[in-house]
């Protein structure tokens, strides 16, 4: 199992093709936006027509509100840094939807949605920022991208084993390590990665935006008070513990209130 994860690794490394501006670190990605955005923004027209949106309300212009500053924060950051123009194909979009989810998500280009279960937890402006910063900077980092890119190669890995491996035997042997192997070894530690490469993007540009990045990790002491402890072991997650999270957001909170002052915010609102 250990050699399927290092060879499944190397072609991840191998097949990195983009740069992350916020990481200036290769990333796996051979999927144009021009090729995964339109297909993103029907699926999500599609979503919100079977869906109840809020609209005109107090909270639905708050998300509103809040997505506008921390996107436009993020265009911001990206043409001071010299990636003007990066956002040139981004659609943004976000919507309220009547769910009792504790949850948000964004697709590629930009359409994020909130479900009303997540509110109460956010507790106000500063904690919707949190989260929208969150979801803004999965679609800045071309996460989806990314993981439509990781599961390709996963296929083709399991394509190719199956393919050399002429005994059936062995070859069921391989289909089960393979399947649990790049699982557990290579696909959740590759999504892990990726939220908390959110989590530390979303806690900057929200820094920008104006908001303070100290309340990322009270959101999250909220959402692990509201999980009653339930989750499963990080290791068999595609996300971090909530503690990893509390933890990481508590240590990167000065930096990104030294990166906004480079912008001349230096007051926050909580």
């Known amino acids: 199992m250990r050699k399927i994860i290092l060879v499944f690794a190397l072609f991840l490394g191998v097949a990195a093709c983009k740069t992350n501006p916020f990481t200036g670190k290769k990333v796996l990605n051979f999927y144009p936006n021009s090729q995964i955005f339109p297909t993103a923004f029907a699926q999500y027209d599609q979503f919100l027509t079977e869906n109840k ?37 981004y659609k943004w979009e976000y919507n309220l939807v009547n769910d009792e989810t504790v949850n948000a998500w964004c697709m590629p280009g930009g359409k994020i949605v909130f479900y009303t279960g997540i509110l109460p937890i956010c507790k106000g402006e500063a904690g919707i920022a ?119 957001l508590t240590e990167w909170a000065p930096a990104a209130r030294a990166e906004a002052k480079k912008f001349g915010v230096t007051s926050f609102q909580k």
């Not at 997505?67 to 194909?89: C, F, H, M, V």
């Not at 394509?159 to 790049?182: C, H, L, M, T, W």
């Open 130 to 248: 949190v989260v929208m910063g969150h979801e803004v900077a999965h679609a800045l980092a071309d996460h989806g991208a990314q993981r439509m890119s990781a599961g390709t190669l996963q296929q083709l890995g399991a394509v190719a084993g199956n393919v050399a491996i002429q005994d059936p035997e062995k070859r069921n042997i391989f289909n089960q390590a393979y399947g649990v192997g790049s699982q557990v070894g290579v696909m959740l530690p590759f999504s892990r990665s990726h939220e908390t490469e959110a989590d530390r993007i979303g806690l900057q540009i929200m820094a920008i935006a104006g908001y303070d990045p100290g309340e990322a990790a009270e959101l999250w002491k909220r959402m692990k008070a509201n999980s009653g402890g339930e989750a499963p072991p990080e290791f068999m997650s595609t996300h971090p513990s909530n503690d990893t999270r509390i933890k990481n």
């Open 53 to 89: 949106v809020v609209e005109n309300t107090a909270d639905a212009k708050m998300i509103t509100k809040v997505g506008q500053r921390i996107s436009s924060a993020a265009e911001r950051w990206l043409t001071a840094n010299g990636y003007s123009g990066y956002l040139k194909d």
